[in-house]
């Protein structure tokens, strides 16, 4: 293995460790269910108080990413001791090796995915301070490196009906990064959120 392929190993490392966070964050939004927490109540019955099929997905998600994350733990161990054994077989040409900093993968995942075309008032977007011409980089457990369609972004609105759902959004010239929360719920307009947001090309 060499320093490249090490360092690629580094940063499926880290945006694993990434994705824990929120999903981690996602499970203590369902009233700090985390990964035990029962999913029925003293009856017997299905709890009513939190969102069964996004606790049980969001569990599933964490414990596959664990098994990666295990996995590549060992890779990583052994890429380290291979590739310093070749540093120190070559007194010429001694190459450090740099950990990949989690503010380095942290902005990998501020990049923008979605821009907000409308807002319409009175309406739990415009409630929650989205503006148009704002750019969405995560939306709930959304990502650039994750989404594929507007069908994932429905789902997960969905799924949230009078749920809080962060999202982290670019406005204005200088691209100032902040976090706004957001409530979908029923309004007097159409659908849950009251804007229409549109996939960066």
Request: aromatic residues 2%.
């Amino acid at each position: 293995m060499n320093r490249e392929e090490l360092l690629a190993l580094m940063k499926q490392k880290d945006d694993i460790e990434s994705e824990l966070r929120e999903l981690s964050d996602e499970l203590k939004s369902q009233d700090n269910i985390g990964m035990t927490g029962e999913l029925v109540d003293k009856e017997g019955y299905p709890r009513n108080d939190i969102d069964l099929v996004r606790v049980r997905q969001t569990r599933q998600r964490v414990i596959c990413l664990q098994n990666d994350h295990k996995a590549l733990m060992k890779q990583i161990e052994a890429g380290l001791i291979q590739v310093h054994e070749n540093s120190a077989n070559s007194s010429s040409n001694t190459t450090d090796v740099t950990v990949t900093t989690s503010s380095q993968t942290a902005r990998s995942n501020k990049e923008p995915f979605l821009r907000v075309d409308i807002v319409s008032n009175e309406s739990p977007a415009q409630a929650a301070g989205l503006h148009v011409g704002d750019y969405v980089c995560r939306i709930g457990t959304i990502r650039k490196d994750n989404f594929r369609t507007m069908q994932d972004v429905a789902s997960l609105v969905s799924n949230s009906e009078n749920r809080s759902i962060t999202l982290l959004i670019e406005r204005g010239s200088a691209k100032e990064q902040q976090t706004v929360t957001l409530i979908p719920k029923k309004w007097s307009g159409n659908g849950l959120l009251g804007c229409k947001l549109t996939p960066l090309s």
